[in-house]
C-alpha cells in the first residue's frame, strides 16, 4: 500500500523523503518503506525498463539531481590507478622500457601525457581488449606514469561524507539481485544450438548492466561501495534465495541450483563410479590407461560393452583424472557465496558478454576488489574452460576471457598470492589435461597394432581452432614469474603431471610416406600441430628456462631433466620401440626430446652441471638419437621429392620445422641432441647410422655401378648431398655448444643478411628470439640494435626509375663477407633452398667486387669458435675410420667421375676433412688394435687420427658389383685373352678406368683386399654396446656376414665380388682432382708445396680449397709433406697422358666448348642483324627510317618531303594517308589539377585540431566557375560561352608515348585482346590497351593528318605586308565557310577520337550553357580541351618557359595531332560574321547596340578571356594556317590583354592616385608614339572608365587595403608585364608546337622580352607598352571596349567590376601541406567522425587533395551504389583521387574505374613502411617520396607508373 502512494508521487521528493527516513538513528520505517518501494519497482518479471532505472538513479541521488549526484561523488575520488577498459581495435600504446611485465599497455591519453621520449613503445590495436596499466607500480615503473596518475591522489582527497553513498549501499543490493535473477530465468540449457537465445537476455539487460557501468566510472568511492556489497556475504545469504511468498525468485533459485550442478569438471553421475579407480598409480594413469583403442571405437564404445572390459569414454577420462589429480575439490561443483561470485557464474554461461567483462575489469582498481575477484575467478576456472570447449564462438570467448586474465596474473604479486592460496598451478595443469584427453587418439608410430601411446587427434576443433589458447596463454603468463616458477619446478607430482600432458604431443601428427599415388586430399593439421608444440610445449619450456640460469637452480634442472628422462623411457616402450625406426614414417614433434635437450643446454651453459651426469646410458642415448635423426634424414628426403606423393603439405612442414619462430624450439634442440648423443656414442655407429638412416649405404662402394634397394638414381645425388651437409653441419654448428647469447645473435643476423638485404623489421622477425612472448625483451635487444649497426650498413630508401619504391635496408658489410659470411649456417636457416643461392650470388658479386678472381666461388671455410670441454667428444666423429673410409671412396668416385657425384659432395667431403685437420683429437696415441677378422675395416686404415690416416695408401679393394658391371666384363677379357700372356699387364680398359686387374693370381689378393660394409659394421657395434652394457661376453653375438643386404629373388643381376686395385692415398687423390679441376696434369709442382701458406685465404674455388687442405696437411704432420713431395714429384715431369678418360677429357673441354658457342653466338646476331637491315632497305624503300619524327617536331626536314611514321604492329614504315591513317598511340584522361592550383606558393596545411580548416573557394576552378555563371547572369548565353574556358575541373588531358600504328593494326589488336582470357589490369571492352611496343597505358589512338609535320617552308617565310592588310586577311580567312571534309578512313577516325574525348570526362564538366549539348556548348568543349593541354604543358614545365625546349613534358605532349583533329571538327560550326569578335577586335563600329536591345547584350570584350580567343581563332581558321596570319592574331589579342592589364590595374588605384596617373597621361598624349607608352594609355583607360557611374567608386574601400604602397612607375610596368605573361607563354607554346619554332631558355626576369620576340611583338626589353602594334588608333579602339562596360549601368557594378579585375596568374598545382609525425594524423582522425553519416567510420581516408574526410569501403556513405571515396573521386579529382588511409598509413589511388595501392609517404626512423600500422612504431615523414607522388598526379603518370592495378567495382 505504502509502495503505491510513494510511486505515485514525483521521484524527486520521495527519494528526499526517505533519504530522510534512512538518516535517522531508528530507521526502520524507512527501510520498510524502502523495500516496498524497491520490491515493486524493481520487479523482475518486468524486466529491465527504463522506468525502473530513472527510479533508481533518483533514490540513489536521494533527492538531488543525478549528473550533480555524480560530479560530488567523483570529487570524492581517491583512485591512483586509471584502470580505463577497452575493447577490441581500440588503439593503444605498449612501452618496453617503462614495462616491468610485457603485457603492460596505456590508453592513448595517459601514454601522451607521460612523457615516452627516446623508448622503445609502439602503438598497437587490441586484439582481445585490454585495460590501462598506467598508476600500477606492479606491472609499470613509476617513471611512465602520465602526469594525472603520479600523484599520490588518494592522500589530499577528502573523506566521503556517510550520507552522501548511504542510499546507494541501501538500494544497490537490490538492484544486483535483481539482474541476477533475471539472468537466472533467462538461462536455458541448450539442446541444440538454435534453442539459445542468450542474446535476446542480455540485450534486455542491457541498460541495467550500462547502469552499473556508468556507477563504476564514478571514481573510487563508489568502487568502495560496490566492492562491500558484491563481496558481502550476509546480504548474499539474504537476498538470493528470495522471500518465502515469492514464487518467481524461487523458480529461478531452483534454475540456479540445476546449473550449478553441471559445473563441475567432472559430472555428479559420473563420480561415484569413479571413486573405485583412485587407487591406480599415478603414472599408469597418465600413460597407460587410455589404451589400445583407437579413436573411431572411443566414440562408439559408451554404448557397449567394449571387449577390454574398459567401460565408456566418460569413465575412461574420470579414471584418468580422479587418478592424477592430488586436490580432488578442483573437480567439484561450485559453491557459491556472495554476489562476485555469482555474476561471475552467469558471466560465464553467457560466454561474456562484453558489458559484464567491461563491468568487471572497471571494478579492478579497487584493490580488495581486485584480490577477491582474481580468486573467485581462479575458483571458477575449471568451470570456464569446460564452457569455452562447449563454445560455439569460442574465439570470441577467448579474447575476453584473456582480456580478464592478463589483468589478475600479470601482476606477480596476486599471481603468487592465488598460487599459494586457490591452488592456481594445480588447476591449470589438471584443466590443461582435462582439455587435451577429449581429443586422443592411439598413436600409430613405430608398431601400429600394439602401441600403447596416445597422442592429440590434430584435426579435432579444439586443437585446429586453437582453443587451448587462452589456457596456455594463462599458464605462460604466470610462468612468468619466478615466485610462481620456482612453486612449479618444485613440485613434483606436478612436474609429472606437466611431463604426461606434454607427451600427449610426442609423435602427433604422424605422415607416412604415400608410394604408389598421390594423397587424395592434403590434410591442413599440421598448422594445429605445430602451433600446438609451439604454444602449449615450447612457450611454456622457454618460460621454465627463464628461471634456470644460475648455479642456485641446479637443483630444478637435475629434477626436470630425470623426469624427461623417465617419460621417454615409457615413451619408447609405450609405442614399442627396439632399435630401429619404422619406414616411412615421419613426424616433426619430439617435445619430450626437446624438453630434455634445451634443459641439458642450460644446465651446461648457465648452471656449470656436468653433462655426464645428465645424461642416461648408452643404450637409452641410442634410442634417444633415432628420432630426431630420422627427422634430418626426411628433410633430405622432402627436398629430395621422395615425398611428393603426399602433396604440398609435407613441404610445408619441413619449411615450417626451420623457419624462424619455430627453430630455435625444434631444430636447434634436434640437432644439440644429436650433438650430445654424436659425443658420447661411438664414432662409427654414429656415422653409420647416418648414413643408413640416409639410404645412402649402397651408393658407398668403389664399384663404377650398384644397386640402390631403397633409392631411385636421381635421389641418390640428393640424399648423398643432404647426409654429408648434414655431417658437416653437426661438427661444426656451435649454438649449444659454447658461444654467448651475443655470438648466436651475430651469426644469425649475419646468415639472415647474407642472404638478401633486409628491412628493420623483417631481421627482428627473422631473428629466432627465446620465442617466450613473456621474457619481455628479446635476449640482449638492447644489443640488437648495436649489433645491427657492427655487421650492416643503412641503405637509405630510394627510387628506381621505374617509380617502385624501395624500403630502408641494412646489408652486410664488406669486412662480414670477407670473415664471417658462414654457408653452413645459411644452408640451416633457410626456409626455401634458393636462399642459398642467393647467398652464394651475392657473395660472388662482393668478390668479383673486392677484386678477388673466382670463376664460380665455393662456399668459404669458416674457422669455428673452440668447444664447450663437455662436448669435446664430438671431434671423434671427425676421426672415426669408418668416416674416412667414406672421405676416401667419394673422392675416388668423383675422380673417376661415377654417377651421381656432384660439385656439392665435393666440397662437403673437402669441409669434412678440413674441419677434422682443424680440430686434433687431444690424446694422439695412435692405438693400434689388433687385427681381427671381424674388425674387416680396420684394416683399411691403421688408426683413427684423420692427420696420419690421408697418407696411408689403399692398394686392394674387393667390392660387390652387378655382373654386367665394366669390371666384370674386363674380368672377362683377361680370362679370354690367359692364353696370351703378354696382354696381363696391358692396360687396355673398355671403362676409363686406371684399375689394373691381376689376373693369375688375384687369389691372393683376397686376403688385403679391404672390403667395406656399413650395415654390418653399425649392427656389430650396436650389438656390441648393448652387450656391454648388459655386461655379457663381449663374443656372444657375431655379425651375420659382411656381405650387403642379400637381395629379393628376381631382383636385377646377381652381384658378385671382385677385387679393384686402387693404389692411392686422400693425400693423392686431392692432388689428382686438383689436376682435374684445373685442366692441368701438373697444377701443384714442388715449388708451391715450399711455398705453400696454411693460412690460405679461405674464399675461391674448389682448387684454392684443395690447395687450403694440402698446405694445412703439410704443415701439421711431417709424414704428409713428405708424401706430398712424392706425389708431386712423380706427376711432375710431364708424362704422356695415361688414357684419356672421359672425365678429364670432360673438364678440359668445358672452358673450350664455352669459348667456341659465344663466338657462334656472335656470328649468329650479326648475321641475323644484316639481313634484317637489307629486308628494311629492300621493302621499304626508304633511306633511313625516321623513327621518332612525331618526338622532335623541332628537326626540320626536306620543304617537300612527307613526314614518315612506323607502325609498331606491323613493323612497316610510311606516311599516314587519308585511305590507311597512321595514329598516335595516346591516354585520355580527365583532369582537375588545373582546377586545383592556388593563388599561393605555399600549399594548404591538412587540418590536424577541429580549428583548422580548408576554404576551396580560392581555388583556380572554383573561380572560373564563379565568373562563368556571373556572366551567364548579365549576358547572352551563346557570347559567354566563347569569353572563357572550361576544363579546368575534369578537363581532357591527352598524352602519348610517342609511337605511332596504323589505325586498322590499332583495331585487329584490341580484337585479339578482347579474345585473350588472360586477366589483364584494364578493360578492353572501354578501349583500354597498352602500347604493343613500350607497354604504356593507353585508351585511343590521335590520327595523324597526312602531309607535312610542320608548316615548314613557305608558310614561314616572313612578309612585309602591312598590319592592316594581315587583319583584313584574317578577316576573310575567317569568313571562308568550313568545307565538309570527304567523307574518308581519317575523317571518320578523327570522328571517333572525338568522340572517345567527350566520353573521357563526365557530363557535368561539359555542359555550362543554358541549352546542354548546343553546339556553343560544344564549341566551347571543344576549344578547351586544346586550353587545358596547353596549361598543363605549361605546369609540367614548371609555369613558365624558361627552362627552354627539352622537358619530359614535350616528350608526352601531342599538341600538333590533337589540334589538328580539334581543328578539322571546329570547322563545321562557322561564327556568325556579325557576332565575330575579330572584328570588335579590329574596327571601331558603332551602330549595333541599338538592334540588339530586346536581346542581353554580349561580353564586352574587357571581360573576355584573351588565351580562349586566340584559341577560338587558330582553330576556326582554314588549315594549315600562314605564320604571319597567327602573329597578327597574336599581336591584334596582345592589344586587347594589355588593356584589360590596365584597366584591372586601374581598379586597384587609390582615388588620388587614379587623379594623378589620368593627369600624367593627357599630358602625354599628345606626343609621338603615345599609342606606344602605358602612361598615356593608363590615363585614357582612367578616363574613359570614370564615365561608368560605379566602376571605380564600389571598390574604392577595399582598393585602399589593397594598396597601402604607393605605386611607382617600376612597379607598375611589373604589373603589366606579369598581367601580360600568361597570355604570351600560351602563345609561344602553341606557336612552338603548331610551327616547330624552338623555345630558347632564359633567365626569368627576361622571360616577358623573350617571348615577345619569339611572337614577332616588335617590342624592345624596356617596356611592355613598346611591343603594342595597333591597326586603328588605339584610343579610339580602348573608347569603344570601355564602352561596352559603360553601357551596362544597369548591372550591379559590384559584379561588372570583379570581371574586370581578373587576375590570370594562378600558382603551381600541389598536394596538401602534411604534418611531420604520422601520429598527429592518426590521433586527429581515427576517431573523429564522418561528416556526411555522423558515425566513425570503420576505414577513414583523406583526399591529400582537398582534404575531404570520406568513409573507404563504407555502406553508410553509398550513393545509388557507389561507394564514398570513389564518388569523392569524381566529384573532387575527376575520376582520379589519392587518398591516405588513416589506420594503414598507405596512399591508395583510384583512377576511374580501376584503383592501386601506391605505397606509403611515412616511414619509420629504419625507412620502411609500416603498412596497416601493424608495428605501430612512430613514422615520419618521407619529403621524396611525397614529392614523387606529387609529381605523378600532376604530371598524370599514375597509370605508367604503378604496375599493379585492380578494378574497385565501386566499392572504395
Not at 524527486?12 to 526502520?28: P, V
Not at 584427453?437 to 608398431?447: A, F, G, R, T
Not at 647474407?754 to 627465446?770: F, G, V, Y
Not at 556553343?1416 to 586544346?1426: G, H, I, R, T
Request: charge should be negative; proline fraction near 4%; glycine fraction near 6%.
Amino acid at each position: 500500500m505504502m509502495a503505491a502512494l510513494l510511486l505515485r508521487r514525483d521521484k524527486r521528493s520521495t527519494a528526499a523523503h526517505l533519504k530522510a527516513d534512512l538518516k535517522r538513528t531508528d530507521n526502520s520505517s524507512g527501510l520498510r518503506q524502502l523495500r516496498e518501494l524497491l520490491d515493486s519497482v524493481l520487479h523482475p518479471e518486468r524486466g529491465s525498463e527504463p522506468e525502473a532505472l530513472e527510479w533508481c538513479k533518483w533514490l540513489l541521488a536521494g533527492g538531488d539531481g543525478f549528473d550533480e549526484f555524480c560530479r560530488t561523488v567523483r570529487s570524492y575520488d581517491n583512485a591512483t590507478l586509471c584502470g580505463l577498459v577497452w575493447t577490441a581495435n581500440f588503439v593503444a600504446y605498449r612501452c618496453r622500457t617503462c614495462g616491468i611485465s610485457p603485457c603492460m599497455s596505456l590508453c592513448a591519453e595517459c601514454f601522451n601525457n607521460g612523457d615516452h621520449t627516446g623508448h622503445d613503445f609502439n602503438m598497437f590495436r587490441s586484439q582481445a581488449g585490454g585495460a590501462c596499466d598506467c598508476g600500477d607500480g606492479n606491472v609499470m615503473r613509476e617513471s611512465g606514469f602520465c602526469s594525472r596518475h603520479r600523484l599520490k591522489t588518494g592522500e589530499n582527497v577528502p573523506s566521503v561524507p556517510r550520507d552522501l553513498l548511504l542510499m546507494s549501499e541501501m538500494v544497490l543490493p537490490r538492484f544486483i539481485i535483481t539482474i541476477i535473477q533475471y539472468l537466472r530465468d533467462g538461462y536455458t540449457e541448450p539442446e541444440s544450438p538454435a534453442d539459445r537465445d542468450l542474446q535476446k537476455v542480455l540485450q534486455q539487460l542491457d541498460l541495467h548492466i550500462s547502469f552499473l557501468e556508468e556507477l563504476t566510472k564514478m571514481g573510487g568511492a563508489m568502487r568502495t561501495v560496490l566492492t562491500k556489497i558484491l563481496t558481502n556475504q550476509q546480504t548474499f545469504k539474504e537476498l538470493s534465495m528470495g522471500q518465502e511468498e515469492n514464487v518467481y525468485a524461487k523458480r529461478n533459485y531452483e534454475k540456479y541450483l540445476s546449473a550449478l550442478k553441471s559445473s563441475g569438471l567432472v559430472s555428479v553421475e559420473e563420480k561415484g563410479a569413479g571413486a573405485g579407480a583412485t587407487d591406480t598409480p599415478a603414472g599408469a594413469g597418465a600413460l597407460g590407461l587410455l589404451g589400445a583403442t583407437a579413436a573411431a571405437s572411443l566414440e562408439d564404445s559408451s554404448k557397449e560393452e567394449d571387449q577390454d572390459g574398459l567401460q565408456g569414454v566418460g569413465q575412461r577420462k574420470r579414471v584418468k583424472l580422479s587418478s592424477s589429480t592430488k586436490d580432488p575439490s578442483i573437480m567439484d561443483t561450485l559453491k557459491h557465496k556472495c554476489f562476485l561470485e555469482e555474476l561471475l557464474f552467469w558471466t560465464i554461461k553467457y560466454e561474456f558478454p562484453q558489458k559484464m567483462v567491461t563491468f568487471l575489469l572497471n571494478m579492478l582498481p579497487d584493490q580488495d576488489y581486485k584480490i577477491t575477484f582474481t580468486k573467485t575467478f581462479v575458483q571458477h576456472y575449471a568451470f570456464i574452460m569446460k564452457t569455452l570447449m562447449k563454445s560455439h564462438e569460442s574465439d570470441t570467448m577467448s579474447n575476453r576471457i584473456v582480456h580478464i586474465s592478463v589483468q589478475l596474473f600479470s601482476n606477480e604479486e596476486l599471481a603468487r598470492h592465488v598460487t599459494e592460496e586457490c591452488q592456481l598451478l594445480d588447476i591449470m595443469v589438471t584443466v590443461l589435461l582435462y582439455m587435451m584427453e577429449s581429443c586422443l587418439i592411439k598413436s600409430e608410430l613405430q608398431d601400429e597394432e600394439n602401441n600403447r601411446h596416445v597422442v592429440v587427434n590434430c584435426g579435432e576443433a579444439l586443437l585446429k581452432n586453437n582453443t587451448y589458447w587462452p589456457l596456455v596463454s594463462d599458464f605462460i603468463n604466470i610462468l612468468s614469474h619466478q615466485s610462481v616458477a620456482k612453486r612449479f619446478l618444485e613440485d613434483q607430482s606436478l612436474l609429472m603431471l606437466w611431463m604426461s600432458f606434454v607427451s600427449f604431443f610426442q609423435g602427433m601428427n604422424l605422415n607416412k610416406r604415400e608410394l604408389n599415388e598421390h594423397v587424395e586430399f592434403e590434410s591442413q593439421t599440421y598448422y594445429a600441430a605445430f602451433a600446438a608444440e609451439l604454444e602449449a610445449c615450447a612457450q611454456p619450456m622457454w618460460g621454465l628456462l627463464t628461471h634456470c640460469k644460475v648455479k642456485e637452480t641446479q637443483e630444478y634442472t637435475k629434477t626436470v631433466v630425470r623426469y624427461c628422462l623417465e617419460t621417454l623411457q615409457m615413451w619408447f616402450d609405450a609405442i614399442g620401440f627396439v632399435d630401429e625406426p619404422a619406414l616411412n614414417q615421419l613426424t616433426f614433434h619430439l617435445p619430450l626430446h626437446r624438453y630434455y635437450a634445451m634443459f641439458l643446454s642450460k644446465g651446461v651453459k648457465c648452471q656449470g652441471l656436468d653433462l655426464d651426469s645428465l645424461l642416461p646410458d648408452q643404450e637409452m642415448l641410442m634410442k634417444i638419437m633415432v628420432h630426431p635423426l630420422q627427422i634430418q634424414a626426411s628433410l633430405s628426403e622432402i627436398h629430395s621429392n621422395m615425398w611428393v606423393r603426399n602433396g604440398l603439405q609435407i613441404k610445408g612442414q619441413a619449411m615450417t620445422y626451420v623457419q624462424s619462430h619455430f627453430c630455435n624450439s625444434m631444430i636447434d634442440p634436434d640437432i644439440y641432441l644429436l650433438q650430445v648423443c654424436a659425443s658420447r656414442l661411438d664414432p662409427d655407429y654414429f656415422i653409420s647410422s647416418v648414413f643408413e638412416r640416409f639410404k645412402v649405404v649402397d651408393l658407398l662402394t668403389m664399384a663404377s655401378q650398384h644397386q640402390n634397394a631403397v633409392l631411385d638414381s636421381e635421389q641418390e645425388r640428393p640424399m648423398l648431398e643432404g647426409a654429408l651437409t648434414f655431417l658437416v653441419i653437426l661438427s661444426s654448428l656451435r649454438v649449444h655448444l659454447g658461444m654467448s647469447d651475443d655470438e648466436i645473435l651475430r651469426a644469425e643476423m649475419v646468415s639472415q643478411l647474407c642472404m638478401n638485404d633486409r628491412t628493420h623489421s623483417s631481421l627482428l622477425d627473422l631473428i629466432p628470439e627465446n620465442p617466450n612472448p613473456k621474457s619481455g625483451v628479446v635476449p640482449g635487444s638492447c644489443s640488437f640494435e648495436e649489433m645491427l649497426a657492427a655487421v650492416a650498413d643503412f641503405k637509405a630508401p630510394v627510387f628506381e626509375p621505374g617509380g617502385s619504391m624501395q624500403q630502408g635496408m641494412y646489408t652486410p658489410k664488406a669486412e662480414v663477407w670477407e670473415k664471417e659470411f658462414d654457408p653452413i649456417m645459411v644452408i640451416l636457416r633457410t626456409v626455401y633452398r634458393r636462399d642459398v643461392q642467393s647467398a652464394m650470388d651475392r657473395y660472388g658479386a662482393f668478390l668479383k667486387q673486392s677484386g678477388v678472381q673466382t670463376g664460380n666461388p665455393w662456399p668459404p671455410y669458416k674457422e669455428r669458435t673452440p668447444l664447450h670441454p663437455c662436448y669435446k667428444g664430438l671431434v671423434r666423429l671427425l676421426h672415426c675410420k669408418t668416416l674416412h673410409i667414406v672421405i676416401f671412396t667419394l673422392l675416388y668416385k668423383i675422380w673417376m667421375d661415377h654417377q651421381n657425384m656432384s660439385e656439392h659432395v665435393l666440397c662437403m667431403v673437402l669441409y669434412l676433412i678440413e674441419l677434422g685437420l682443424d680440430n686434433q683429437v687431444q690424446d694422439d696415441k695412435v692405438e693400434e688394435e689388433p687385427c681381427i677378422e671381424e674388425h674387416c675395416h680396420d684394416s683399411w686404415f691403421p688408426g683413427t687420427s684423420l692427420l696420419s690416416n690421408l697418407h696411408h695408401v689403399i692398394n686392394f679393394v674387393r667390392v660387390r658389383v652387378p655382373e654386367t658391371a665394366p669390371e666384370v666384363e674386363r674380368k672377362r677379357e683377361r680370362e679370354r685373352e690367359r692364353e696370351t700372356p703378354a696382354s696381363t699387364s696391358s692396360e687396355s680398359s673398355s671403362f676409363g678406368q686406371s684399375s689394373r686387374r691381376l689376373t693369375g693370381n688375384w687369389r691372393e689378393n683376397l686376403r688385403e683386399a679391404q672390403v667395406f660394409s656399413l650395415v654390418a659394421e653399425r649392427r656389430r657395434k650396436f650389438q656390441e654396446i648393448i652387450n656391454r652394457s648388459n655386461h655379457e661376453a663381449s663374443q656372444a653375438v657375431r655379425p651375420k656376414s659382411s656381405s650387403s643386404r642379400s637381395l629379393p629373388p628376381g631382383s636385377p643381376p646377381q652381384l658378385v665380388t671382385e677385387i679393384l686395385e686402387i693404389g692411392e692415398s686422400m693425400l693423392s687423390l686431392l692432388v689428382k682432382l686438383h689436376q682435374k679441376l684445373s685442366g692441368k696434369q701438373n697444377s701443384l709442382s714442388l715449388s708451391w708445396l715450399a711455398e705453400a701458406d696454411p693460412a690460405h685465404h679461405p674464399h675461391g674455388d674448389g682448387l684454392t680449397a684443395i690447395e687450403r687442405i694440402l698446405a694445412k696437411a703439410a704443415a701439421r704432420s711431417r709424414h704428409s709433406k713428405r708424401c706430398l713431395q712424392e706425389i708431386c714429384g712423380k706427376v711432375c715431369p710431364p708424362i704422356p697422358p695415361k688414357k684419356n678418360s672421359p672425365g678429364d677429357k670432360k673438364s678440359m673441354d668445358k672452358e673450350e666448348r664455352r669459348q667456341r658457342a659465344r663466338e657462334r653466338q656472335q656470328k649468329l646476331l650479326a648475321e641475323f642483324a644484316s639481313r634484317q637491315k637489307s629486308f628494311m632497305e629492300t621493302a621499304m624503300d626508304v633511306e633511313s627510317p625516321e623513327t621518332d619524327a612525331v618526338m622532335d617536331m623541332g628537326s626540320a626536314e626536306a620543304l617537300d618531303s612527307e613526314v614518315l611514321y612506323d607502325c609498331v604492329i606491323c613493323g612497316q614504315s610510311g606516311p599516314s594517308t587519308e585511305d590507311r591513317p597512321t595514329g598516335l598511340v595516346v591516354l585520355l584522361q580527365a583532369s582537375s589539377v588545373l582546377g586545383h592550383r592556388c593563388r599561393s606558393d605555399t600549399p594548404k596545411r591538412l587540418p590536424t585540431t577541429d580549428e583548422e580548416h580548408i576554404y576551396p573557394v580560392d581555388t583556380c576552378g572554383a573561380a572560373h566557375d564563379v565568373r562563368l555563371t556571373l556572366m551567364q547572369r548579365y549576358f547572352k548565353d551563346s557570347s559567354c560561352l566563347q569569353s572563357v574556358s572550361i576544363g579546368w575541373d575534369g578537363g581532357v588531358y591527352v598524352q602519348t608515348c610517342g609511337h605511332t600504328l596504323h589505325i586498322d593494326c590499332h583495331k585487329s589488336y584490341m580484337e585479339s585482346l578482347r579474345n585473350d582470357q588472360v586477366l589483364q589490369g584494364f578493360s578492353v571492352d572501354k578501349g583500354e590497351f597498352t602500347c604493343p611496343l613500350c607497354r604504356q597505358f593507353a585508351n585511343s589512338v590521335l590520327p595523324c593528318r597526312p602531309g607535312r609535320g610542320m608548316e615548314t617552308g613557305a608558310w614561314h617565310t616572313p612578309s612585309n605586308k602591312s598590319m592592316s592588310t594581315l587583319v583584313r586577311e584574317v578577316e576573310d580567312l575567317q569568313e571562308q565557310l568550313g568545307i565538309f571534309p570527304a567523307e574518308s578512313n581519317l575523317s571518320k577516325e578523327m570522328e571517333s577520337v572525338i568522340k572517345d574525348i567527350k566520353n573521357t570526362t563526365q557530363k557535368k564538366y561539359m555542359d555550362y550553357g543554358k541549352n546542354p549539348g548546343s553546339p556553343d556548348n560544344d564549341f566551347l568543349f571543344m576549344y578547351s580541351v586544346a586550353r587545358t593541354n596547353l596549361e598543363l604543358e605549361l605546369v609540367h614545365r614548371g609555369g613558365n618557359l624558361c627552362s627552354g625546349g627539352a622537358s619530359a613534358a614535350a616528350k608526352r605532349s601531342c599538341l600538333n595531332q590533337l589540334f589538328h583533329v580539334l581543328a578539322m571538327h571546329m570547322r563545321l560550326y562557322s561564327i556568325d560574321s556579325a557576332y565575330n569578335p575579330w572584328t570588335r577586335l579590329t574596327q571601331s563600329t558603332h551602330s549595333r547596340d541599338t538592334e540588339y536591345c530586346e536581346e542581353r547584350p554580349e561580353v564586352p570584350m574587357l571581360f573576355r578571356d584573351v588565351p580562349s580567343l586566340l584559341i577560338i581563332f587558330i582553330l576556326t581558321m582554314p588549315q594549315p594556317l600562314r605564320k604571319e596570319h597567327f602573329t597578327c592574331v597574336v599581336k591584334v589579342l596582345y592589344s586587347l590583354q594589355y588593356t584589360q592589364a590596365l584597366a584591372a590595374l586601374s581598379v586597384r588605384f587609390s582615388r588620388e592616385e587614379r587623379l594623378a596617373w589620368s593627369n600624367t597621361g593627357a599630358a602625354k598624349k599628345n606626343t609621338p608614339n603615345s599609342d606606344k607608352s602605358w602612361e598615356s594609355l593608363l590615363g585614357h583607360v582612367i578616363s574613359e572608365l570614370t564615365k561608368a557611374k560605379d566602376v571605380y567608386d564600389t571598390s574604392s574601400e577595399e582598393a585602399l587595403v589593397l594598396s597601402s604602397s604607393v605605386w611607382s612607375p617600376q612597379s607598375i610596368e611589373f604589373s603589366l608585364q606579369q598581367f601580360c605573361l600568361p597570355f604570351l607563354r600560351l602563345s609561344c607554346l602553341l606557336q612552338h608546337h603548331l610551327y616547330g619554332d624552338s623555345l630558347p631558355g632564359c633567365l626569368v626576369e627576361e622571360e616577358f622580352s623573350l617571348l615577345a620576340g619569339c611572337l614577332g611583338l616588335a617590342g624592345s626589353a624596356q617596356s611592355s607598352a613598346a611591343c603594342l602594334e595597333w591597326n586603328i588608333s588605339a584610343f579610339d579602339l580602348i573608347s569603344q571596349w570601355c564602352s561596352e562596360v559603360i553601357a551596362l549601368s544597369d548591372a550591379p557594378t559590384q559584379q561588372s567590376v570583379s570581371l574586370l579585375v581578373q587576375d590570370p596568374q594562378w600558382a603551381a598545382p600541389r598536394l596538401l601541406h602534411l604534418p611531420d609525425n604520422y601520429n598527429t594524423i592518426f590521433q586527429y582522425y581515427h576517431s573523429k567522425s564522418c561528416t556526411s553519416c555522423g558515425k566513425t567510420p570503420k576505414d577513414p581516408a583523406l583526399c591529400l587533395v582537398c582534404g575531404a574526410f570520406v568513409c573507404l569501403k563504407g555502406h553508410c556513405c553509398k550513393q545509388q551504389g557507389v561507394c564514398e571515396c570513389v564518388l569523392h573521386s569524381q566529384h573532387c579529382g575527376a575520376a582520379t583521387g589519392i587518398f591516405l588511409l588513416i589506420n594503414a598509413s598507405v596512399i591508395i589511388i583510384i583512377r576511374g574505374h580501376r584503383f592501386c595501392l601506391w605505397g606509403s609517404v611515412y616511414l619509420d626512423a629504419h625507412g620502411e613502411e609500416d603498412r596497416d600500422l601493424r608495428r605501430g612504431k612512430p613514422l615520419y615523414l618521407c619529403e621524396e617520396r611525397y614529392r614523387v607522388l606529387e609529381q605523378q598526379w600532376v604530371s598524370h603518370t599514375f597509370d605508367h607508373i604503378n604496375k599493379r592495378w585492380g578494378p574497385h567495382y565501386n566499392g572504395l
